[in-house]
């Protein structure tokens, strides 16, 4: 069982910053796929960025509507894996969530097997 904790959410201005931090357990955290999605009142849950290690590199995926603005990262001697967010939009505003499977990664919310509760992020015009 994977344990999932966000935290970094708040309230920000329009065109200001914010970083997520997501806490895992788990001993083999660094094998793990680590992605964030949002969820807009009234909308689906979509993919916002994913990182994973393979062969000793580390991959990275973003949706379109993030790429320039958002960057994902992680430590793994901390278990954590993060989301840089600049250059916030009122459309950013949405419930951020950390999510984890055991190998590999992926953009759609079926793919990850491990969910935190999620932050919220509201971005003010």
């Known amino acids: 069982q994977v344990q999932l904790v966000e935290s970094g959410g708040g309230l920000v201005q329009a065109g200001g910053s914010l970083k997520l931090s997501c806490a895992a357990s788990?001993?083999?955290?660094?094998?793990?796929?680590m992605g964030w999605f949002r969820q807009a009142p009234g909308k689906e849950r979509e993919f916002v960025a994913s990182?994973?290690?393979?062969?000793?590199?580390?991959?990275?995926a973003y949706a379109d509507s993030v790429k320039g603005g958002f960057t994902c990262s992680r430590d793994n001697a901390k278990n954590t894996v993060y989301l840089q967010m600049n250059s916030l939009k009122p459309e950013d505003t949405a419930v951020y969530y950390c999510?984890?499977?055991?190998?590999?990664?992926?953009?759609?919310?079926?793919?990850?097997?491990?969910w935190g509760q999620g932050t919220q992020v509201t971005v003010s015009s």
């Open positions: 999510a984890a499977r055991l190998s590999g990664s992926g953009v759609y919310t079926s793919e990850y097997d491990y």
């Open positions: 990182i994973r290690r393979s062969g000793g590199s580390t991959y990275y």
């Open positions: 788990g001993r083999t955290f660094s094998s793990y796929g």
